[in-house]
């Protein structure tokens, strides 16, 4: 199997509901950008092809691991949360395949491609394993926020770590009179000479044992 090339709905999108010519050519700075495809043939070839070796893996070895990773759950032993391993496995290959951050640009560590690419990937991992798509998007996640809003400094610290797997974020948005309303949100960080000084309380950190 092949949770790409498989895939009937995700093949009529990337085939025929795509306009490729409208945005690729303007996403790739009219193919002048060094690394970068030529043409968008190029591109075209380039994002199936990748996004085929994702279907392929996601197929043998992380949609196989799924219903265990479910069983086991998470663990919390002294102080630290144990993820199971079957979990890590997938992440670590994905890692391998260099597939953390597509989305990034290259010179932050990712491939640059377009994001309907990405949710072509988030599709596939989805119908592979849930728990694999969730702690998967917490590398590109965090790492789109500070290269958005970073400095180059922070940019060279944490974005470049995300896109290649080395670290994780989290998401600290619950606080107890705020979910997913972030406009609701009352904590708030000042500066104090050292930095910044934190003050709210904030529950269902979503993958708190990120770095």
């Known amino acids: 199997m092949n949770l790409f090339t498989d895939n009937a709905d995700l093949q009529f999108h990337f085939q025929q509901g795509v306009p490729w010519d409208r945005f690729v050519p303007l996403w790739e700075e009219g193919f002048a950008l060094p690394d970068g495809p030529r043409s968008l043939a ?19 070895e992380i949609e196989p691991r799924a219903r265990g990773i479910d069983q086991e759950g998470v663990d919390f032993k002294d102080g630290r949360v144990v993820l199971p391993p079957a979990l890590i496995e997938n992440i670590e290959g994905l890692k391998r395949l260099g597939v953390m951050a597509v989305n990034l640009p290259r010179e932050a560590g990712g491939f640059n491609f377009p994001l309907t690419v990405g949710t072509a990937l988030t599709e596939i991992l989805s119908r592979a394993c849930t728990n694999t798509l ?11 926020m500070i290269l958005r809003f970073g400095s180059r400094e922070q940019i060279e610290r944490w974005v470049k770590p995300l896109a290649s797997g080395e670290i994780s974020g989290a998401v600290a948005m619950t606080e107890p009179d705020a979910g997913s309303d972030v406009g609701a949100l009352s904590t708030r960080a000042e500066a104090d000479g050292n930095g910044f000084r934190l003050t709210g309380s904030k529950q269902f950190i979503t993958n708190g044992c990120g770095d």
């Not at 969730?134 to 789109?144: N, T």
């Open 134 to 144: 969730l702690l998967h998007s917490f590398y590109q996640g965090p790492a789109i």
């Open 42 to 60: 190029e591109a075209r070839e380039l994002y199936q092809d990748s996004l085929a070796e994702v279907g392929e893996f996601a197929a043998r």
